[in-house]
């Protein structure tokens, strides 16, 4: 039997060869190429040899049919996933010899850095919170605290690291019945918006002041729902030169518990295609199960995450966004639980 072994002194090596064209920054994973070589056999019967390969151990989906040679190479490879290996040797009368030893390569994926902060809570305790920030490196940040969304507090400054993060602790956390955090770039330079963002505050009354930023001269329906099935427009609006408008829901008080959405009311393909990032809606579905609408760039693939505490995250499914920029996810085991909350995670970006 052939003997395949990763040995990179003479008897096997893997090449990793760059596609054509590959850059250090992109937003889907490049295929690759990988060139095996192996010993020749001894016996002088030996005509060709025959590579099989596949992503799970001992189950090989490709063969790559080769003559008596000991290199062959392998296109079309996908960073991130794990690919093994194994070959056999065919004699005159096509007699194959069993597989060789197994050896296994994965490519790891370069991630570009993120171009917009974002903040996680990486856990609660009695005595602290422990803040995460991830975003565009040597950019500074003020971390700012709210009780009730009005009145925000800078509660710190730091600048995200070479590895484009920085970790903060909210000692002064357990003061507090409940706070919510956000980030503000010191230096940041306005660019235009392209994902519209809605801000909620309260206002006199019991009255909500709702903000939104996103481009300039788009019109949008603001829509409330208190259950996630029925939404209704409340008011439209075009947003300013500015890239802003203001809405108070003067109905508010008449609601015990209201959520909020936006929907553009002229949306181009165009717009659909240069999302800066991925934007997600919850709507309630049959059985307590809830429907979950991703919109972001086409053919990017995300983690779709759940939670219960805001503390311990669970991946309970993937996707990627077809070619319209949206993908939908069906929450089966939301019934299970008594509140869940979700995110979305590029996992190629």
Known sequence: MMRLTRILVG????????????????????????????????????????LYYGTVSGEYTNIVVVGDVTTVTVAGLLPGVIYFFAITAVDADGQESDFSNEISYRQELVQAPPTIAQLQIQSVSDTEVELSATGPAGHTYDIEATEDFTTWTVIGTGTLDASGSLNFTDIDAPNYSQRFYRLHDTQAVVQPITVPQLQIQSASDGQFLLTVTGPAGHTYDIEATEDFASWTVIGTATLDASGSLDFTDTDAPN??????????????????????????????????????????PAGHTY??????????????????????????????DAPNYSQRFYRTREIQP
């Open 11 to 50: 008897m096997l090596f893997c090449i990793l060869i760059p596609s054509p064209g590959q850059a250090s920054n992109f937003s889907l994973p490049t295929p690759y190429s990988l060139t095996l070589a192996w010993n020749p056999s001894p016996s002088p019967e030996i005509v060709a040899c025959h």
């Open 255 to 296: 609601h015990s518990q209201r959520f909020y959405r936006l929907r553009d009311t002229q949306p181009a393909q165009q717009d659909r295609q240069t999302l800066a990032g991925a934007a997600l809606q919850i709507q309630a579905a049959a059985a307590g199960q809830f429907m979950l609408t991703v919109t972001g």
């Open 303 to 332: 983690d779709i995450e759940a939670t219960e505490d805001l503390t311990t995250w669970t991946v309970i499914g993937t996707a990627t966004v077809d070619e319209s920029g949206s993908l939908n996810f069906t929450d089966i």
